[in-house]
């Protein structure tokens, strides 16, 4: 501490570049300090620090790290903390440029496993961003000592050591209910759980907090399960999917987009207070919908589209830019590819006639003049041939009355089951149209990325940057993630622009495995040595990363304009 303290006198008002020899590791009163990167210039990317609380200046509990899942929760929290201080303080630290900021990557509505804050029986490690401070471009010398002996040990003392034990058990009982949670819905076969009570709209198009004054979300009766979770007087109740195809209908404006949104988050736990905190869903639910425009690589879309003007074959069908029925049909088979154990569709964000195609329309365009076998003479096939599931909204066309296993109705905004009567309905008014696929579903796409894909180069540099949550600059192109709505974080971006980056130096797609058992190898990865594993400097704290799922690695691998596909199947 002294030895920093030193070093930031003797430097002041050189040339930024002095600040290059305080990296290093300094004992403070209450936590280490380690300077991991610094900043080459005022403007530049902030410099990269830790700091590490030892558990004799903090207890640590060792029921906060007895398994990942409480680690995880636990290091959600203080992360929370973390960001709410520097949000509250008002450092005085000024100068050029970034001087003074202090930032960490703090998590939002989910609690995703990230790498912010590392908590073990030893310690805890907060990984922070700060800006050096300048004059034009000079050293402030005294403005970093006010950085490293006020502003940063303040945030640290109002988050770490303010944050109470109990606010941290409570974290860790939260991460048991979910786990309790998902392990009833295994063995009952549940693809979604939404409790009475939750809150599922937002504040807004651009908020995720929960709106106030909403009506709370009641199951319909006959859909109300009750779940036994620890650390609670009263047993959970709520509404239970079953694995099937369930329909979601309802009067435009009532709720039904609300509830799939909800449910397609629910693939992540919510932290307390945000209204779906006891929502959960098949860890394995992929979202899809129509994409017109994207990149589409060699997939097998046969199952949905054949014969297209020209001949194009869908067996292995490439486009630069998709058609919404084709992009649609794409990140179906992809994410079976890739694993997924639900589908949830709405139709807001589908194409008409990828989803349905009624009588009269069969009767004016032929069978053979239309490539497209809609979704619904599939959705059937998928459950029985492949056990996926789909939960689909659908306030526009009764004609899925006959494959649902289950038809939720939404009327004011609380849901009700109507399967019985949508049953009648259907028998009371048989729809003529022919049934149009195949006998079976069809082959699901079995495919290898060759490590030509990862073209990465730009310029003489290689290049791998994750740009927002929606972007990953990879060489001279784009990969646009805009539409996969369940890459919820810029941190996952990032995450996934480093996996990239790892698989391009290591020559990963050298082995050409499939999808499946790339995603499966990047997973084990993740568990087996920690999600930092593919951060490309192992001397810098990976401060801003969270975990992707597989199908969102999937989704940007797939997206590639690079793409190079062999065929496995
Ligand atoms: P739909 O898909 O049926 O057309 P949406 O789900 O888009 O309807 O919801 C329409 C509007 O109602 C949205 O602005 C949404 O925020 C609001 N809303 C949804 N659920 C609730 C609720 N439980 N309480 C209050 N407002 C809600
Ligand atoms: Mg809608």
């Known amino acids: 501490m002294k030895q920093l303290q030193q070093t930031l006198r003797q430097i002041d008002g050189e040339s930024y570049k002095g600040y290059k020899q305080i990296a290093g590791q300094y004992s403070f009163q209450q936590h280490q300090l380690l300077i991991d990167y610094v900043q080459g210039d005022p403007f530049a990317a902030p410099s990269k620090i830790r700091i590490k ?80 401070p300048a004059n034009g471009r000079r050293i402030n010398g005294k403005q970093a000592e006010n950085l490293f002996f006020q502003a940063v040990p303040e945030v640290i003392n109002q988050s770490v050591f303010s944050i109470t034990d109990q606010t941290i058990d409570e974290t860790i009982q939260l991460a048991d209910q979910h786990e309790a949670i998902q392990e009833a819905m295994e063995a009952n076969g549940w693809i979604s759980f939404v409790a009475d009570g939750s809150i599922l709209p937002r504040q807004s198009g651009i908020s995720e907090r929960p709106m106030k004054n909403a009506i709370a979300f009641e199951s319909p009766e006959a859909n109300r399960v009750t779940v036994d979770i620890p650390h609670r007087q009263e047993p959970l109740t709520g509404m239970a999917l079953h694995k099937g195809i369930i329909l979601i209908v309802g009067g435009g404006y009532h709720g039904k987009s609300t509830l799939l949104n909800a449910i397609e988050r629910g693939v992540y736990p919510h932290v307390k207070g945000d209204g779906r905190e006891y929502v959960l869903t098949d860890p394995n639910a992929v979202k899809v919908r129509a994409e017109d425009g994207r990149q589409v690589s060699h997939v097998n879309i046969s199952p949905f589209i054949k014969n297209l003007p020209h001949g194009a074959d869908t067996t292995k069908f490439s486009t630069e830019n998709a058609s919404g029925s084709t992009s649609q049909a794409a990140n179906v088979v992809e994410a079976l590819e890739a694993g997924a154990g639900t589908l949830l569709i709405d139709e807001d964000t589908s194409a008409t006639n990828f989803m349905i195609r009624d009588e009269r329309m069969q009767e004016l365009v032929v069978k053979e003049k239309e490539p497209i076998t809609p979704f619904i003479d599939k959705v059937k096939q998928m459950k029985q041939e492949l056990d996926v599931s789909t939960v689909l909204v659908m306030g526009g066309s009764g004609d899925y009355f006959d494959a649902a296993d289950e038809v939720i109705m939404l009327d004011q905004y609380l849901p009700f089951n109507v399967t019985a009567r949508a049953k009648e309905i259907a028998a009371k008014h048989p ?139």
């Not at 303080?89 to 496993?113: F, H, R, T, W, Y």
């Not at 600059?473 to 990969?479: H, K, P, W």
């Not at 996934?496 to 058992?517: C, F, R, S, T, Y």
Request: overall charge positive; proline content about 3%; charged content about 25%.
């Open 53 to 132: 609380v030892p558990h004799r200046n903090r207890n640590i509990k060792t029921e906060w790290v007895q398994n990942r899942n409480r680690k995880i929760y636990a290091e959600d929290v203080l992360a929370r903390y973390v960001a709410k201080a520097i949000a509250k303080q008002n450092s005085d630290v000024k100068g050029s440029g970034k001087s003074g900021m202090i930032a960490i990557d703090g998590p939002g509505q989910e609690i995703l496993e990230r790498t912010a804050v590392e908590l073990t029986t030893e310690d805890i490690t907060v990984c922070l961003s700060v800006g050096l």
């Open 431 to 569: 729809y003529h149209r022919e049934v149009e696929t195949d006998a079976s579903f069809g082959q699901v796409p079995k495919r290898a990325f060759l490590q030509g894909s990862l073209q990465t180069q730009q310029g003489k540099k290689s290049k791998v940057q994750a740009k927002g949550r929606a972007t990953i600059v990879m060489g001279r192109t784009d990969i646009s993630l805009h539409y996969v709505e369940q890459l919820v974080d810029a941190s996952q971006t990032r995450m996934i622009a480093d996996i990239i980056h790892h698989m391009e130096k290591n020559g990963w797609l050298k082995l050409e495995e499939p999808v499946h058992a790339l995603l499966d190898k990047i997973e084990n990865a993740f568990n087996d040595k920690g999600i930092a594993v593919f951060a490309p400097f192992k001397n810098q704290h990976p401060g801003d990363l969270a975990r992707p799922r597989r199908f969102e690695i999937a989704a940007a691998l797939n997206r590639m304009r690079t793409a190079k596909v062999k065929d496995l199947s």
